[in-house]
C-alpha cells in the first residue's frame, strides 16, 4: 500500500508516537528569513524554532534557497513540514517539524524574497549558506571582490545572486522605507561567524554606496556556535522515514541526538527566546567557536580525508580502526585543547563525547561529505591551530599529517588509481596544480600552498610547516594512508 504524502490534512493520522508540532500552524506569522535552507538549517535551528513557537508565534520561519529548488519542491507539497529523525545505537526517532512556514526559490522568486525580508515583521535573517556562500577570502575573512558573484551584484544591485547581495539589497530597501535592519545571524562554521558577516556585508555595502554602507554599520551581526552532524540523506532513510511514520516524506533530515547552539545575546531588533528551549545566550562566541572548529572539525576533516584514502566510506568506520581514533584522540588533546582557552569547560569531557559521537554507528555520515570545499575548511579547522603552535614552538605532527592528505586527495587520484570526485570551489584549479606536480609530493606542496587564499602569506614559507607536510605526503604518496597512520600514532 503506498503511503499517502506527509501535509498538514494527515498530521492526524500519522503512526502512533510521531511529535508533531504542538500550536497551532494557522496563527504562526513569519518572524525569520533563514537563507540558506539545507540540511543542517532543518536540523539545528529549526527544531529549536518549532520548540518554542507554542509559546511566542511571531517566529515562524521562511526559508529560501539561494541555488537550488530541490528543497522548495520536497516541502511546498508538504505544507513545509518535515521530518526530523534521530538516530542512535537504540534506532531511529522520528518528529515532525512545523517551524518552516514555506520555501521561497530565489532565482524565480527574487524580488518578493527581498520584498518580504525588507518587511517590518521580519526581525531576524539567519544564514546556512555554507563557506563558500560569503564569497570571501577564507585566509583574511575580507570580501573577495572578484568573486563573479559579487561583481554580478555590484553591477546589478536590485537582482542580486550571492547572500551578501541580497542581505544588502533587503537592508537597503528597509533603509528607503524606513524601517530599523533586522538582526543578521550566522550560523556557518566560520570563526567569528558574525564578525566576518559584518565585514563582509559592510564593505559589498560600501562598494554599492558610501551612505548606505554607514548605515549597515549599525546592523547587528551576533556570532553564533552551530552543532548537530547532518548525514546526506539517501533513497534508503526516505523509505525508512516513510515507514516508521506512515507517511511519504520527500526530504526527511537524519541526523543524531546531539545538539549544540551559543548564540551572542546581541539582538536589537528582538529575538525568540532561544534560552528556554536550549541555547546558550553568552557574550562571547569566540572560545566556543575556536573549541568546536578545531576539535570537531578539525577531527572530521582529518578523518575525512584520511579515512577516505584509507577506503573508508563513513566516520563510523573510521572510528573502528584504533591506529585513525589514536590519531584523533592526540589530535585533539596533544595538539588542539592546548591552543584552547575555556575555564570552566572540561575539555578533556567534550573530546571523550566527541568521539562518542563520530562512533554512532546509526549514523551515516560519509567522509566523501566532509572532505567537500576544504579549501573553504582548512583555514578555521587546521591551519589556525597550526599557526598557534608553531608560534610556540610546540609540534604540529597530527595537524600536518591533516593537511597532507587534503593536499594528496585533492590530486583527484586515489590509492587503487580510481578518481576522486573532488568537490571544491577551486577544484579545477587544485588539479591543475597536482597534474604538474605529478607524484612529486614537494612539487604538489608548492603549487597547493601557494594558493594564498587558503594558507596566507605566511605558512607556506615556515620551515616546520613545510618539512612536517612534505614529509607526510612522501609517506601518503609511497605508503598509503592507514600505513601513515599508524606509523604516526607508533
Ligand atoms: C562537517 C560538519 O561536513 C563537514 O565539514 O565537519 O558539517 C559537521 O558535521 C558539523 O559542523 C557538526 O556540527
Same mark, same amino acid.
Given at each position: 500500500m503506498t503511503s499517502p504524502r506527509l501535509s498538514p490534512a494527515i498530521l492526524g493520522s500519522l503512526k502512533p508516537g510521531i511529535g508533531v508540532p504542538k500550536y497551532d500552524r494557522a496563527k504562526v506569522t513569519p518572524g525569520i528569513v533563514h537563507l540558506g535552507i539545507g540540511a543542517f538549517h532543518r536540523a539545528h535551528m529549526a527544531v529549536y524554532v518549532d520548540d518554542l513557537l507554542a509559546d511566542d508565534p511571531s517566529w515562524g520561519i521562511v526559508g529560501a534557497s539561494l541555488r537550488r529548488p530541490d528543497t522548495k519542491e520536497a516541502l511546498e507539497p508538504q505544507g513545509g513540514l518535515y521530518t526530523i529523525a534521530v538516530r542512535d545505537a537504540a534506532g531511529t526517532h522520528p518528529r515532525v517539524i512545523g517551524s518552516i512556514l514555506s520555501v521561497m526559490d530565489a532565482n524565480t522568486e527574487r524580488d518578493a524574497l527581498l520584498d518580504l525580508m525588507a518587511s517590518p515583521n521580519i526581525r531576524v535573517v539567519s544564514l546556512t549558506v555554507t563557506e563558500k556562500g560569503y564569497c570571501h577570502d577564507p585566509a583574511t575573512g575580507e570580501l573577495d571582490q572578484n568573486h563573479p558573484d559579487v561583481v554580478h551584484d555590484l553591477a546589478?544591485?536590485?537582482?542580486?545572486?550571492?547572500?551578501?547581495?541580497?542581505?544588502?539589497?533587503?537592508?537597503?530597501?528597509?533603509?528607503?522605507?524606513?524601517?530599523?535592519?533586522?538582526?543578521?545571524?550566522?550560523?556557518d562554521n566560520l570563526p567569528s561567524n558574525g564578525e566576518t558577516a559584518k565585514r563582509i556585508v559592510t564593505r559589498f555595502a560600501a562598494l554599492r554606496d558610501a551612505d548606505l554602507g554607514e548605515w549597515v554599520k549599525s546592523v547587528a551581526f551576533p556570532s553564533t556556535m552551530v552543532d548537530r552532524i547532518v548525514p546526506s540523506t539517501t533513497d534508503a532513510d526516505r523509505e525508512e522515514v516513510t515507514s516508521l511514520i506512515g507517511a511519504e516524506d520527500a526530504w526527511p533530515i537524519m541526523t543524531e541526538p546531539f545538539t549544540q547552539w551559543v548564540i551572542e545575546d546581541h539582538f536589537p531588533s528582538g529575538r525568540p527566546a532561544f534560552e528556554k528551549v536550549g541555547g546558550q545566550l553568552v557574550k562571547d562566541v569566540e572560545p566556543f567557536e575556536h573549541m568546536k572548529l578545531r576539535m570537531l572539525n578539525g577531527s572530521h576533516s582529518t578523518m575525512a580525508y584520511l579515512g577516505y584514502l584509507g577506503g573508508y566510506q563513513y566516520i563510523a568506520e573510521v572510528m573502528g580502526d584504533p591506529a585513525y581514533v589514536k590519531l584523533i584522540h592526540g589530535?585533539?588533546?596533544?595538539?588542539?585543547?592546548?591552543? $584552547?582557552?575555556?575555564?570552566?569547560? #572540561? $575539555?578533556?569531557?567534550?573530546?571523550?563525547? *566527541?568521539?562518542?559521537?563520530?562512533?554512532?554507528?546509526?549514523?551515516?555520515?560519509?567522509?566523501?561529505?566532509?572532505?567537500? #570545499?576544504?579549501?573553504?575548511?582548512?583555514?578555521?579547522?587546521? *591551519?589556525?591551530?597550526?599557526?598557534?603552535? *608553531?608560534?610556540?614552538?610546540?609540534?604540529?605532527?597530527?595537524?600536518?599529517?591533516?593537511?597532507?592528505?587534503?593536499?594528496?586527495?585533492?590530486?583527484?587520484?586515489?590509492?587503487?588509481?580510481?578518481?576522486?570526485?573532488?568537490?571544491?570551489?577551486?577544484?579545477?584549479?587544485?588539479?591543475?596544480?597536482?597534474?604538474?606536480?605529478?607524484?612529486?609530493?614537494?612539487?604538489?606542496?608548492?603549487?597547493?600552498?601557494?594558493?594564498?587564499?587558503?594558507?596566507?602569506?605566511? *605558512?607556506?614559507?615556515?620551515?616546520?610547516?613545510? #618539512?612536517?607536510?612534505?614529509?607526510?605526503?612522501?609517506?601518503?604518496?609511497?605508503?598509503?594512508?592507514?600505513?601513515?597512520?599508524?606509523?604516526?600514532?607508533?
Open positions: 546589478n544591485p536590485a537582482s542580486p545572486k550571492s547572500a551578501p547581495g541580497m542581505l544588502v539589497e533587503a537592508l537597503a530597501r528597509r533603509k528607503a522605507a524606513g524601517i530599523a535592519p533586522f538582526t543578521v545571524m550566522s550560523c589530535l585533539m588533546t596533544e595538539e588542539a585543547m592546548p591552543t $584552547l582557552d575555556m575555564p570552566g569547560t #572540561d $575539555l578533556g569531557l567534550y573530546r571523550d563525547q *566527541l568521539l562518542e559521537r563520530f562512533r554512532n554507528p546509526a549514523l551515516k555520515h560519509r567522509t566523501w561529505q566532509i572532505a567537500m #570545499d576544504g579549501s573553504q575548511k582548512l583555514p578555521q579547522r587546521l *591551519l589556525g591551530t597550526i599557526r598557534d603552535r *608553531l608560534k610556540a614552538g610546540q609540534p604540529i605532527t597530527r595537524l600536518a599529517l591533516g593537511v597532507a592528505a587534503w593536499m594528496r586527495y585533492v590530486t583527484g587520484i586515489d590509492e587503487e588509481g580510481n578518481e576522486i570526485d573532488v568537490r571544491d570551489p577551486h577544484a579545477l584549479k587544485m588539479m591543475a596544480i597536482s597534474a604538474d606536480a605529478g607524484d612529486d609530493p614537494v612539487a604538489l606542496y608548492e603549487g597547493l600552498s601557494s594558493l594564498t587564499e587558503v594558507f596566507g602569506t605566511d *605558512l607556506a614559507e615556515n620551515a616546520v610547516f613545510r #618539512d612536517t607536510v612534505i614529509k607526510h605526503l612522501e609517506s601518503l604518496f609511497d605508503e598509503g594512508a592507514k600505513a601513515t597512520v599508524a606509523e604516526v600514532v607508533g
